[in-house]
């Protein structure tokens, strides 16, 4: 596999980042996002597909919209997603005949 | 004109801070105590400022307005910015006219850095500071590469910029003494399908391309083959800038450790400029 998905983010890649960036860096946002996730959600244009993926902690959903990995990892952390789950949700996704040959 | 003290490349990780126990505790101490000998010998060297060659893990840069390259010039820097980072909070002195001289002369020498007066330093910054144990009171400039979001600069572009800080590092005269701090790498993956799996093959040869001395061959290793050991390897950028203000002195490594529960192939060396 290689480091990147999007070797330039696509506008759907960048609306799952601006969410996720905003989430965890504007004031008062992470606590909007606690108490209503989908009344949160909702001041973003985000596809139907990709606001399920992060109100219901899909790592492997969240990561397949090619959102930036460090705003994904920070996500993770940040909502306390159990670090073994997150773990286990990306390495579903590997395809262990080409993991490193990029 | 000022007298480079030392020049070191360690990894970080906020890993190594938010869950160090995922570890054996005799694993974690050594590599504390690696960190720690690399900030006693950075220390020894009596610097008087301290040149940090990091990265943003988009905390205070986003997809809006992206930097490939950005010079500190703030009077201080608060840190972490990461609410989830387990680390105390801290304010490291900024050294302003240094700051500003460096990107000056960067502009001068066919750079295009940007700049920024207000920045919150990351775990990226952070963490090989706390360990090492480098006087919190030293003043710092940081020098941040991307290396997080593709489009990212080359290796060899990184090594260029990393040669003129040298230059120019050296003939700074408000300073005495410098250290610089190149944080990154080496081989890992930050939330991919490889989170977890080290290639410490890549980081061997790698290292061993360091220690040989030939920086084309490890300019174009690191670029050839960085896919293959993670998204997070690309922050050997900072190794190859490191090298570049390093002018041909001997590398070391001091420590490394392919740490698969931390995620990372943990690296700790130094140019023997002195
Ligand atoms: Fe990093």
């Known amino acids: 596999m290689a480091n990147w998905q999007e070797m330039m983010p696509s506008t759907r890649a960048y609306l799952m980042n601006k969410v996720l960036y905003e989430l965890h860096h504007k004031p008062d946002h992470l606590e909007a996002y606690n108490q209503d996730a989908d009344a949160y959600l909702t001041r973003f244009d985000l596809p139907q597909d990709l606001a399920t993926s992060i109100k219901s902690n899909d790592v492997a959903g969240m990561y397949l919209s090619g959102v930036n990995p460090y705003l994904l990892r920070a996500h993770c952390i940040g909502v306390k997603i159990p670090e073994d789950e997150s773990l286990a949700a990306l390495r579903s996704l590997l395809d262990h005949e080409d993991y490193n040959d990029g | 004109m000022a007298e480079i003290t030392g020049i070191y490349t360690a990894s970080h990780t906020p890993v190594m801070l938010n869950f160090p126990d995922r570890i054996p505790a005799t694993l974690k101490d050594e590599i ?46 608060e840190s972490p910015i990461e609410h989830w980072l387990h680390a105390k909070r801290r304010t490291f002195a900024g050294d302003q006219a240094f700051g500003s001289y460096l990107l000056q002369s960067a502009l001068e020498a066919d750079f295009d850095p940007s700049f920024s007066m207000e920045m919150v330093l990351d775990h990226g910054s952070l963490t090989p500071l706390e360990l090492a144990g480098v006087d919190p009171d030293l003043p710092i400039v940081p020098v941040l590469i991307n290396c997080v979001q593709p489009p990212m600069p080359t290796m060899r572009r990184s090594y260029n910029l990393g040669r003129f800080l040298g230059h120019a590092i050296a003939e700074y005269d408000a300073v005495d003494r410098v250290a610089i701090l190149a944080t990154g790498g080496i081989s890992h993956d930050i939330a991919t399908p490889r989170m977890g799996m080290v290639n410490e093959e890549f980081d061997e040869t790698f290292l061993g391309h360091m220690e040989s001395g030939d920086i084309d061959a490890t300019i174009q290793y690191a670029t050839d083959f960085v896919h293959t050991a993670g998204n997070g390897c690309e922050e050997i950028r900072m190794w190859m800038a490191a090298m570049g203000a390093a002018k041909g002195a001997a590398f070391e490594r001091t420590y490394y450790k392919a740490v698969n529960d931390w995620y990372t192939g943990i690296g700790i060396g130094r140019f023997k400029v002195s």
Request: aromatic share 18%; charged share 15%.
């Open chain 2, 32 to 77: 504390f105590g690696a960190y720690k000998a690399m900030g006693d010998d950075f220390m020894a060297g009596k610097p008087d400022a301290l040149v940090v060659l990091s990265n943003d893990h988009l905390h205070n840069f986003f997809l809006d307005n992206f930097p490939a390259y950005c010079i500190g010039c703030a009077e201080s820097y």
